[in-house]
């Protein structure tokens, strides 16, 4: 029977996964041409910390900013405190379509994170025009949704760190899981990762993880059938990745006067 769920289990990922690629290939198309990008940064971090503070899953944090980008992308808005409102009713509209219902923020509780006066009618505005902006397709895949699947195969018995056999295969998994996550978080405070499908910024990620830790090769030919990417498809995504790594890196290892 374990035999089984195994075979289903991995059936379903790959459904999942073909599904996520195909959405994927109907996302908006996306202009970076908001005259408003000077607040994206804000945003994107006001809404990290309310998504933390609210417990709600990474995934929806990702989920609702590809919303606000898209938003933005086709709507200028006269206050700053209109894109607070917009940005807390991205994350809004996203838990509701993805979150437990026990963890979906209440609207009393978005209006204290949202530093504005407005009231119930103003939330279910915005919340309407985010829906008519994406023309009703909710369903946006994003970067961390890639992620679960294309981890089942990020070692392969191929795979070397520094030369020798992987043995603790667990272990290496999660140390790419760590790094992985941080290249989908510096993904997504940039904008200009839109100009690259979710699933390539996801494999890019992993490549750059697998590069951080000194594995052989960066990207063997298991991951290429799994993702569907060579490493060429990767390489302006994986530099653009460790170009501002590099630079976290020498920031944090500037010492204090």
């Not at 991205?90 to 949202?114: Q, Y």
């Not at 795979?159 to 295969?169: N, V």
């Not at 405070?189 to 960066?218: K, V, Y």
């Not at 063997?220 to 530099?239: A, K, N």
């Amino acid at each position: 029977m374990d035999g089984e769920n195994v075979v289903f289990e991995h059936w379903l990922s790959n459904e999942i996964h073909s599904v996520l690629r195909s959405r994927e290939m109907n996302l908006p198309k996306y202009k970076g041409a908001s005259p408003q990008l000077c607040f994206r940064r804000f945003l994107v971090d006001k809404l990290a910390v309310i998504s933390e503070s609210l417990k709600l899953t990474h995934g929806i944090l990702h989920l609702a900013v590809s919303y606000l980008d898209y938003v933005m992308d086709r709507f200028e808005f006269a206050k700053s405190k209109q894109l607070q409102l917009l940005a807390v009713c991205c994350l809004w509209v996203a838990a509701k379509l993805d979150e437990k219902d026990n963890i979906i923020p209440r609207l009393e509780t978005l209006k204290k994170f949202s530093d504005t006066d407005y009231d119930q009618d103003d939330f279910l505005e915005m919340e309407l025009l985010i829906m008519q902006s994406l023309d009703w397709r909710l369903l946006l895949p994003t970067t961390v949704q890639f992620l679960d699947h294309y981890l089942e195969h990020v070692i392969g018995e191929d795979d070397l760190h520094g030369g020798y056999k992987i043995t603790a295969k667990d272990k290496a998994k999660q140390y790419i899981k760590k790094y992985a996550c941080y290249f989908l978080e510096v993904a997504l405070q940039e904008h200009s990762f839109n100009s690259f499908r979710p699933s390539l910024i996801t494999s890019s990620s992993l490549a750059s993880s697998r590069q951080c830790m000194s594995i052989t090769p960066i990207w063997p030919d298991h991951l290429v059938e799994v993702t569907g990417y060579e490493f060429s498809h990767l390489e302006d995504c994986i530099d653009k990745l460790m170009c501002i790594h590099k630079d976290d890196e020498q920031r944090s290892n500037v010492k204090e006067p």
